[in-house]
């Protein structure tokens, strides 16, 4: 089992609508959970952090956690076509590492 | 502050050759993380430096790669005897003590012919 895990994709959302990317992660000690966005060819941006159970909104992102099923998204309103790129689930502090381990991440499209 | 930058942006060299790369991080933050990445995969962590100290490495960074932070700023990661798969993109990211939340540069993106 990967410490990170994440549905490749590709996936595709109308513009406007809600896109919604998931991630599991095996270590149950986790710490602190990261949404990075990457465009092609360029490096990842932090979009959002979030570190306790529940929702945590920023803008038109929301991002949820549920330690209890190891399980982090994150959910885009009102998508944009600037939103199409590679969206990278971290985690922090597996085994009790200082560490970020990624996921694979998903590859998103916004249909105008 | 103009957060993390990274050099050279992009180096072509051929198998068997030295490459060296620098990092620079956000100036108040005092831990510098390596990573590299590879198409369509996630970054993989390298290793990670607090101040000077090197405390981890991956079990990634073979005895052909070597990184140093020798004054606690800016960061080195050099490769000796590149082989074809050590293209890849590598990435520096820094972080505060006291948050966990790194921040990446642009990264070097390096082919090896």
């Known amino acids: 089992q990967k410490e990170v895990e994440q549905n490749s994709g590709p996936l595709s959302v109308p513009e406007g609508a809600i896109a919604s990317l998931n991630c599991t992660y095996s270590?149950?000690?986790?710490?602190?959970f990261f949404w990075y966005r990457q465009y092609s060819g360029k490096s990842p941006e932090l979009i959002m952090s979030?570190?306790?159970?529940g929702d945590k909104e920023d803008g038109r992102f929301t991002a949820q956690l549920n330690k209890a099923s190891q399980y982090v998204s994150l959910l885009i309103r009102d998508s944009q076509p600037s939103d199409s790129a590679t969206y990278l689930c971290?985690?922090?502090?597996?085994?009790?590492?200082?560490?970020?381990?990624f996921g694979q991440g998903t590859r998103l499209t916004i249909n105008p | 502050d103009t957060g993390v930058s990274q050099n050279p942006r992009h180096k072509i060299t051929k198998r068997g050759q030295n490459v060296t790369f620098r990092c620079d991080p956000i100036?108040?933050?005092?831990?510098l993380y390596w990573y590299r990445q590879t198409l369509g995969q996630g970054p993989e962590f390298l290793t990670y430096?607090?101040?000077?100290?090197?405390?981890?490495k991956s079990r990634l960074l073979s005895d052909r790669f070597s990184a140093e932070r020798p004054k606690g700023s800016f960061s080195t990661l050099e490769i000796q005897r590149t082989e074809q798969g050590d293209s890849a993109m590598y990435l520096c990211?820094?972080?505060?003590?006291?948050?966990?939340?790194?921040?990446f540069g642009p990264g070097t993106r390096l082919t090896v012919l």
């Open positions: 971290a985690v922090n502090g597996i085994q009790g590492a200082q560490k970020l381990v």
């Open positions: 979030i570190y306790s159970n």
């Open positions: 990211a820094s972080s505060w003590t006291d948050t966990d939340t790194q921040y």
């Open positions: 100036s108040e933050h005092n831990r």
């Open positions: 270590d149950r000690g986790s710490q602190s």
């Open positions: 430096f607090q101040n000077e100290a090197q405390l981890e």
